[in-house]
T-cell receptor
Framework: AQSVSQHNHHVILSEAASLELGCNYS??????LFWYVQYPGQHLQLLLK??????LVKGIKGFEAEFIKSKFSFNLRKPSVQWSDTAEYFC???????????FGAGTRLFVKA | GAVVSQHPSWVICKSGTSVKIECRSL??????MFWYRQFPKQSLMLMAT?????????EQGVEKDKFLINHASLTLSTLTVTSAHPEDSSFYIC???????????FGPGTRLTVL
């Protein structure tokens, strides 16, 4: 069965610090990978997704993620975080042709101004 | 972008009553919608996949007779929590799938509190 593991449940950073959130998945075949963000009081939004091609994916708001197949990882990065990046971040996976999506436990990011 | 709404945004009910939650895709049609449950400080747990015009597919451990799903049109899916109990209190989130993009658009969620 597919599973998604996010290493950090809570992260606290100061503004301008660099961010990397870990995500590992468990699945033997080809996967589609996603990062979603949930800002306080708002609904889930897609940050970026990887289906195929260049393993370095750029998303909205300066976020990017790198798919490393050998490590079953899809870590999210941002070079310089802002206070407005305070939110909860979810890594997710589904298989091509199937739309059932499995979510990680989420990482709560708090950025200090 | 695609917008998904949920109604109500929050509901408080007495134990033993039934509650209906609506999920609507406002500017697109969705043959497939998903219902999730989110516990405090936990991730989204997929409850069921709702397909327009057919029976929903429930995940293991989810009681289909308790969580009734009806996807009667291409823009509306409903989740009815029947004979609700306090342990059903949770945050329920729906999403609508745009299959051509393999992208889900999420509703804002419904907070259910059963007294």
């Amino acid at each position: 069965a597919q599973s998604v593991s996010q290493h950090n449940h809570h992260v606290i950073l100061s503004e301008a610090a660099s961010l990397e959130l870990g995500c590992n998945y468990s699945y033997g075949g080809t996967v589609n990978l996603f990062w979603y963000v949930q800002y306080p009081g708002q609904h889930l939004q897609l940050l970026l997704k990887y289906f195929s091609g260049d393993p370095l994916v750029k998303g909205i708001k300066g976020f990017e993620a790198e798919f490393i197949k050998s490590k079953f990882s899809f870590n999210l990065r941002k070079p310089s975080v802002q206070w407005s990046d305070t939110a909860e971040y979810f890594c997710a996976v589904n298989d091509p042709g199937g739309f059932k999506t499995i979510f990680g436990a989420g990482t709560r990011l708090f950025v200090k101004a | 972008g695609a917008v998904v709404s949920q109604h109500p945004s929050w509901v408080i009910c007495k134990s033993g009553t039934s509650v209906k939650i609506e999920c609507r895709s406002l500017d697109f049609q969705a043959t497939t919608m998903f219902w999730y449950r989110q516990f405090p400080k936990q991730s989204l747990m997929l409850m069921a996949t709702s397909n327009e015009g057919s029976k929903a597919t429930y995940e293991q451990g989810v009681e289909k007779d308790k969580f009734l799903i009806n996807h009667a049109s291409l823009t509306l899916s409903t989740l009815t929590v029947t004979s609700a109990h306090p342990e059903d209190s949770s945050f329920y989130i729906c999403s609508a799938l745009v299959a051509s993009y393999n992208e889900q658009f999420f509703g804002p969620g419904t907070r259910l509190t059963v007294l």
